[in-house]
């Protein structure tokens, strides 16, 4: 299909009827995934739950849990085949303006040590690294090492 027959994505709220699809991405490109119950839970919760969406199809999605001054960006992801082509990068600036329109102050993710393309992108939009969790993340062998990162808002 040719580029100017194609629809830019779009950004959605997540639907229990997605929970398949963010799953089948979620398995593809993380060692360690979210359960379904994990973003079913987001969902019921009331968290932002979004999708990026190309047709009926989904690339990406991420949750966003929201509290009186700070967000936290709890997983956010994009389909192997949709990577490096700035729609990670398009799906975070849209969590960064909900937080501004929610009046947040700041925003929290933690990234894993070894995931230096996503640590790039995101100092590249303004998040500083503050701090470390130690062996946060489950690994291969043993745990690894998370950064704190924070973006003023």
């Avoid at 993380?30 to 969902?43: C, G, K, V």
């Avoid at 967000?71 to 956010?76: G, K, Q, V, Y």
């Avoid at 062996?135 to 704190?148: N, S």
Wanted: hydrophobic share 40%.
């Amino acid at each position: 299909m040719s580029s100017f027959q194609q629809r830019p994505p779009r950004i959605r709220k997540m639907l229990p009827d997605d929970l398949n699809q963010v799953i089948r991405i979620e398995r593809e490109i993380f060692l360690f995934p979210w359960s379904p119950e994990n973003f079913a839970d987001s969902i019921n919760a009331g968290y932002d739950c979004h999708v990026l969406e190309q047709t009926s199809i989904l690339a990406g999605y991420g949750v966003m849990m929201a509290g009186p001054d700070e967000a936290h960006l709890l997983t956010i992801g994009i389909a192997a085949n949709w990577q490096s082509q700035g729609w990670g990068k398009k799906l975070l600036n849209h969590f960064i303006h909900l937080a501004r329109l929610k009046n947040l102050r700041s925003m929290f993710l933690d990234v894993r040590e070894s995931n230096t393309g996503a640590a790039l992108l995101y100092r590249q939009i303004g998040f500083k690294p503050i701090a470390k969790r130690k062996g946060y993340y489950p690994a291969m062998c043993g745990r690894e090492d998370a950064i704190v990162m924070k973006l003023m808002l």
